[in-house]
């Protein structure tokens, strides 16, 4: 008997281990694409037709003709005014802080009436009940309190040994990220102001910094910047580190065996008014992470599943959520520069996640409709991190190449977004 027991108890224990070293290795790898280099670049378009189904004759029509877009998107969406990036967290909070559920009381289950508008638009109702995010407000106070301000102390707790906590004689706190190469910084940065000028508000305010032991900024720390052995004069970013966050799984209906987010009845219903804020939130996310090409959040994971068959009952990768319900996207150096050299390897997957998202932000969409109309993507995020960041000429920008298929993958949302909005509204 005894023997049996030990027996079952060594198989198990081998088990155990076998598992963990598996887990171990296949983070590492995921660990080593992304540092991994020099991927020969994706030529011209990706072969991948996308998830659109609409012939292609009708789109050029549509998307031919200004006045085509108006009729689609009535008055919901304004197609001809982008607010420039001064007004990118507009009104969606303030004054509608307090708009309840008209009337409801908070245990009845939401229509789709209620939750959708113009057939693929998140509700007003639903939207004024959203976490805020970070305001512009915030961004520039935070901005103010750290950028050329002492660091008193680096340590631990951001992660990986490259990325160090920072404080500010004020007691504020960042992340420092130090890239091992100039695009994991530029992507990071990039990344963050294409999510301003969508007026996406999860990111946590960033500024960069460049190494200086003689500075007033990094005197203080020369000790742990030479024992890091951070190199000469480094450009560094620096994000807001946030205080309570929690791990987040990735939503049933956004996972590989689920039906993806369309303005369905039997998809939005009876869930709960938590459940419902947080998967607009993940709308935007999906769409986000599509432009960037970021696989390092959902896309890394469903790559992951052909060994690793639970990896969606884990928390996501880079993604948090903070007490109040806003989802923070953090580690974003994938993003626009690593992630587009890549492409090859990511696409069908980013196209098919994208592809598997058919209910909006407005104002992601009306940002994403403007940019694919005025096709000045590349000038407008230039403009407005040229306009924030004094170490953009030294950080530097996107190759024209990726520049054009930054331009490419909005034009490609936009025909997503027009297609979602003729399956789904009665015109
Ligand atoms: N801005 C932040 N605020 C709070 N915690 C953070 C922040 N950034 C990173 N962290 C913590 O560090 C962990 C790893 O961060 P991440 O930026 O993804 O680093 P890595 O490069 O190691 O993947 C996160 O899971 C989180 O616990
Ligand atoms: C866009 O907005 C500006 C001011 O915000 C306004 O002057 C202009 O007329 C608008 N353009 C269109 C086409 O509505
Ligand atoms: C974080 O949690 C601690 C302990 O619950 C609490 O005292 C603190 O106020 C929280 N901070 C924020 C910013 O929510
Ligand atoms: C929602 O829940 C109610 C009551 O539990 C049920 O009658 C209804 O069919 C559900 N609706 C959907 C779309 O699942
Ligand atoms: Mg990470």
Not at 311 to 318: A, F, G, K, L, Y
Request: aromatic content about 8%; charged content about 25%; some cysteine.
């Amino acid at each position: 008997m005894m023997k049996v027991v030990l027996a079952n108890l060594l198989a198990l224990l081998f088990m155990c281990t076998c598992a963990c070293v598996f887990y171990v290795l296949t983070r590492l790898e995921s660990r080593l694409e992304r540092h991994r280099l020099g991927f020969p670049t994706p030529g011209g378009e990706p072969d991948h037709p996308g998830p659109l189904d609409l012939p292609p004759k009708t789109f050029r029509a549509l998307l031919a003709v200004p006045v085509a877009q108006k009729l689609l998107f009535g008055n919901v969406v304004d197609v001809h005014n982008l607010s420039g990036p001064s007004e990118q967290f507009d009104t969606f909070r303030d004054s509608r802080l307090s708009v309840s559920n008209r009337g409801k009381s908070r245990g009845d289950p939401l229509m789709l009436s209620e939750l959708v508008e113009d057939g693929v638009f998140w509700s007003e109702q639903l939207e004024a009940q959203l976490p805020v995010g970070f305001t512009e407000e915030h961004t520039r106070d935070w901005r103010e309190r750290t950028r050329g301000r002492p660091i008193v102390s680096l340590e631990p707790g951001c992660g990986r040994i490259s990325n160090r906590l920072a404080t500010f004689t004020d007691g504020t706190k960042a992340c420092v990220r130090y890239g091992i190469n100039a695009d994991q910084v530029q992507g990071e940065t990039l990344t963050y102001y294409l999510a301003t000028l969508l007026g996406i508000p999860n990111l946590p305010p960033l500024t960069l910094s460049q190494l200086n032991l003689e500075s007033e900024q990094w005197a203080a720390v020369k000790g742990s910047v030479a024992s890091l052995q951070w190199g000469g004069k480094a450009i560094v970013s620096l994000t807001e580190w946030v205080a309570n966050l929690t791990g987040v799984v990735t939503p049933a209906p956004l996972r590989q065996e689920g039906r993806g987010l369309h303005p369905l009845r039997e998809e939005l219903e009876n869930k709960t008014l938590g459940e419902l804020l947080e998967l607009v939130q993940w709308s935007d996310l999906i769409l986000f992470d599509y432009l960037t090409a970021n696989f390092d959040r959902l896309v890394s994971n469903l790559f992951s599943l052909q060994w690793d068959s639970r990896v969606m009952e884990r928390d996501t990768s880079n993604l948090h959520k903070t007490p109040g319900g806003d989802l923070v996207f953090i580690d974003n150096e994938a993003g626009l520069v690593h992630g587009y050299r890549v492409l090859h390897m990511w696409e069908k997957y980013h196209s098919a996640l994208m592809g598997s998202v058919c209910v909006f932000r407005k104002r992601t969409a009306q940002r994403v409709i403007e940019l694919h109309r005025l096709k000045d993507a590349r000038t407008r995020l230039l403009q407005l991190y040229r306009e924030s960041e004094p170490l953009a000429p030294e950080l530097g920008f996107l190759s024209d190449e990726h520049a054009g298929i930054l331009q490419n993958r909005i034009d490609r949302l936009y025909k997503h977004i027009l297609h979602c909005k003729g399956k789904y509204s009665q015109l």
